[in-house]
């Protein structure tokens, strides 16, 4: 991992502790994995975010090589995407994965116990229709492609 690729880790994850009074703050790290090539990412939801590019806590994406995973913002592409939620507590997040030189199988892992307890939150493999409860299971995998669109959708479930 390279020297800039560390320093933005580092802003990412020095953000998230600054910041992370809000209520209902959560953040969830995202790794997207094909053989050794790997590319963190961090998705989450705060109050005083907003749902385009605000300068505080997204994160550009840089080019890679093998492997590249990002959320699509504003015609920008990012490897951090903080969001508030929607009035009806629902927030989507559109996430993209290039493979031009990966082979066999690309997965999608994530920390399961870290999202919302409140929160419903699925993972939409736009090619296949294929959703995953994230809260359930920490990992989601398919077969090589070139390119593969996602979204991450959350719903606020109510008080428990």
Known sequence: ????????????????????????AWETP??????TA??????GQKDNATPGVDGRYEVPSL???????????DNG???????PANADGSTTWDLT???PAATGRITLSWDADSLPAETSVQLVDVESNRTTNMKSQD??????AP???????????GDK
């Open 63 to 73: 080019p890679g090589r093998d492997l590249q995973a990002f959320f699509l913002i």
């Open 139 to 144: 990992r989601y995998s398919f077969d090589y």
């Open 97 to 99: 994965v290039l493979a």
């Open 30 to 35: 995202l790794n997207v994995t094909s053989g």
């Open 38 to 43: 790997r590319v963190k990412l961090g998705f």
């Open 147 to 157: 390119s593969r669109k996602f979204q991450i959708r959350t719903r606020h479930q």
């Open 77 to 83: 592409t990012y490897w951090r995407d903080i969001r």
């Open 1 to 24: 991992m390279g020297k800039v690729e560390l320093l933005i880790l580092g802003l990412m994850f020095a953000a998230t502790t600054c910041c992370a009074h809000a209520a209902q």
